[in-house]
């Protein structure tokens, strides 16, 4: 491996240092000093240990590399250009409007496998992205830079379990140690040992290395590369700043550009100085072979659902079978779970796809950054657990928000239709959260037909989806046939003489539905809507029916109120001068019955009909 | 300490072995077998360790106890009566609607701290906890017990990480590790020095005991007692079902209740035999002393905010020197960061009250979690971050919400306007996060004055408040004897002709009156809100507005439109037959100067205007 020498390696390193203080300088903000203490890391990796092809970064079979240090990015930028995808020139462009340079790393680039500038999550998708490995046959290695600072973050550690759990010996992770956060020294400061033997113990081959010493480096890379059976990290003593004598090591330098002008050209000059120019550069070695292709399923050819019409299935299970469907179709798509496999009933996927199915231990953040990293090497990963534990990894999806990544969550157990679990396990925001990223699908079935079309639909589609499934059983509504493009509703109930539209979703489509037959007996038509997808909303629809009922339109969901399926609804209708009453749930729920709860907390068929008759 | 003998204490176990089976059997639903491999150890702690009044669970010098493992709950009910708190009857009482006996414990019963059924948290509060006695200068000790599932969760290592940086050895966990999860059995099963490796490794006294023998247990207890500067853990191997030969060490019983009827009374009748009734009860020690009593600080006496109209400063800096004002003021208040107190300013608190001050590193889980037990032993904690990362600790601020804690969360560099650092640093769904918890106090002001004004409301509010901060500076806006109210808001603009009605927050306000003046100019006069508490919302003061401006109502905010500041606006008018038309942030941002991406994100001026003259 080490065709590369050491001269040519430090070459590259200094001018890594020299890319990334210019570009700072230039954009007038960023963090310098944080690329500096990585760069010989950073030449070591790029230029002698990992195998790809720099024109193509997204070649399956390219070794990859996770910047969980998201911070660091004009480095990463830099690595780039050096490697010759791009004119370093285009590095000056950093964090202005017009470049996807941003300052922190996105996929808009397309060396980048998810973003990262949110501590802790890089490395969560390193092991989707090293598991992901073995799924398409390839022998990639995985690599993955972190701060120190970063590693009090709590998900590190679900990783390290992860990693060591599943055995990756594809993966390499290296923590950039330069003993200083942004606002003091770090918790351990240089005393690496301290951190090695936490790795150690969660089950890493753990080396201490001088993160300025390329050949140690070099060596620790050999070891990890030798290792087998389990991850292994390397602990880098480095120093912040290193190489600009005036600020490395300094405390008050996090996050701060040079100044243009004579403190950025002093700098410049005096990494120039470091140049040895005695050896030629450095070239990179290509990937190690090919993995297996694949070929996406038809799925045109998946049977039509097989329920009957009346039968009592919950969404949670015909989320389960449909999942062992279209999974047994098609080989991109991966199952996680976080221990709740036989409440979610993920462990239908799991008895036809063994092998592409994780269990992730109660650990949510690693069970969605996985996910992240599956998605981004092409997998279709489902990800699920109960929808309130899915908020463990809120900031997991917001940045897979960001990086606009194709997985699928699932959410079961949603609401206080739970019952007697009470309040810790009922989802009532999860509609909210996932509401908040801009173009993710939101699915919220109420049958086991739907359901089931609506996951081979999320499938498909491309992008970040959500499905949200209820505990209870519910009456099977559709016929096998129907049909459930996302951005749809159902119109279950009608006449021309509407005098109003309920809109529900879930377990409330039901209670709508009751309303329906109690103010049908006393003589009061109602339009029962099933906006079975909360976003995209079925605004054409929506808009319809509160021009027939003379705006009066009337949601309900087994959420809060905040975020959920009535601002959804009220939105869409913003200019239609419709009132939007929504009913939800308003206050902390608590333990109880399920219908006792739904009735209690404001949702049920009875606040229905009040409220329809309030408005008529 | 042991002045209970052995055969007493295992009697104790069998009976709330008893009361757990019969409890859950009752209800129908629950976790008997988490109960039954925990009865020894909460034997031990609660009659023969802890020290506390059985009557008065809140006194502030008990001993505390915390059950991380919540859905253990009965045998916590059941303790608590043993111990005389209530009577042993009310015990069937469990899960349902009329009981406080929750399916997971809440603080609506007086002897929980904190809500806990989300793994990983109770460890967390515990660390608040225990740093609250060296607050008050008590010698209580806490208790926590978690899972051994439960370990898989990062925010345990967070909170291990944490207790050892500030050697807590007022702290004690013990991991219940029954070696079955619920799904399958978990990671270690009975390895359990593995386990012990790694809390060692974190800093933590780590002792392998065996959880069904109550010698060994209380040695244990002894040692985490004599052991100083660091805390303890005791990992304590047990059996999952213990005590009934048909359930224990099996697979698949987790969560799941004995039938009532035979089932049950076969496996009571089992536990009955293993009472020795040899020796008299065990009676608990009183807590050890008395802490330093809290006089409340007199707020009226607060001096006015020292700002001049028209000086530039942004509301995260104006927080930070008002934190530190009302913190000098009043013992209780408590700050917490995550190694960016220099950005969001919480380091002018740590200037003049370092003592209350705690660094959590970059760990928003445990900074969160603390502030949770820190609140529930009375004291009032601000943690604070960049608003995008609180997000890292959704999970907790819900389950702070269930818990109805009086915790103040501050969340700075809020939306698009932070601008080159980019969308992993924007915080764009932070406010429909807070909306989502019902009563929660959510606050975003725009100025120097009505940032300091609201730092002393939301201290004296009782309950869970956030305010948003922004980072560039702004106008100073408002007379240093304005006032504040939550719920208020300010109407900064209003004519008689007013077209329409712009409702802006945080930086929009700004936006908002250079919109005005443009307006003005072209003759078209609009009216200005300041909504400065967006939760609770002003509604009488947006429905008088919209009345006035015949329901041409528009809300401008930096973050996405699902769930923040438009979505409050429209709820609020729901009845009004307003039209609400939302400008938000639609797309996920980039990088780009503050002032541009306000533009190219859609909330800027420009937007406004052309808004309302689309609408007039």
Redesign the interface.
Known sequence: MAASSVAALQDVATQLRIDSVASTSR????HPTTCLSAADIMAVLFFSEMRFDPKNPQNPDNDRFVLSK?HAAPILYAAWAEAGLFPREQLMEL???E?DL???P?P?LNFVDV??????QGICAAIGIALNARRIGSAYRTYVLLGD??I???????AA?AAS?YKLDNLCAIVDANAL????P??FGHELERIA??W???GWKALVVDGHDISDIRKGLDTARATSGQPTVLVARTVKGKGLSAIAGKEGWHGKALKSGEETDKAIKELEGQFTRTDPKPSIPGPRGASKSETPADYGKLPAPNYKKGDLVATREAWGTALATVGKADSRIVGL?A?????TFS?RFEKVASDRFF?M???E??MVGAAMGFAARGAIPFPSTFA??L??A??FI??A??S?LNMKLTGSHAGVSI???????MA??DL??M?????AVVLYPCDAVSTERLVAEMAQHKGLAYMRTSRPKTPVTYEPGDTFPIGGSKVLRQSADDKAMVVGAGITVFEALKAYDILKAEGIPIRVVDAYSVQPIDAATLKEGAKAVK?RVLTVEDH????GL???V??AL????A????LA????P????PD??VD?FGISARHIVEAVKAKS
């Open positions: 954009a007038g903000s960023g998201g964090r202005t409007f470049s941003e300052g922190h996105t808009r973003a990262t500038g949110s501590l802790g600072g970063e009090a973050e709590g998900s590190v550690w679900e379990d759990h956060g942004q606002s003091q770090t918790e033997a936490r150690a113990a969660f779970d221990d709740v496999k036989n409440s462990d269990e231990f109660i650990a953040q690693v309130c534990f908020y463990r809120a900031d917001r940045m928000g960001i606009t019952g007697e679990d009470g309040p810790s396990q009532l925001e909210a959260m509401r908040a990223i801009p173009n705006g809060y109120s905040a975020g009535g601002d959804a009220a939105e913003a200019s239609e001068g009132t939007v009453e929504r749930v308003r206050e902390i608590r333990s109880g019955e006792e709860l209690k």
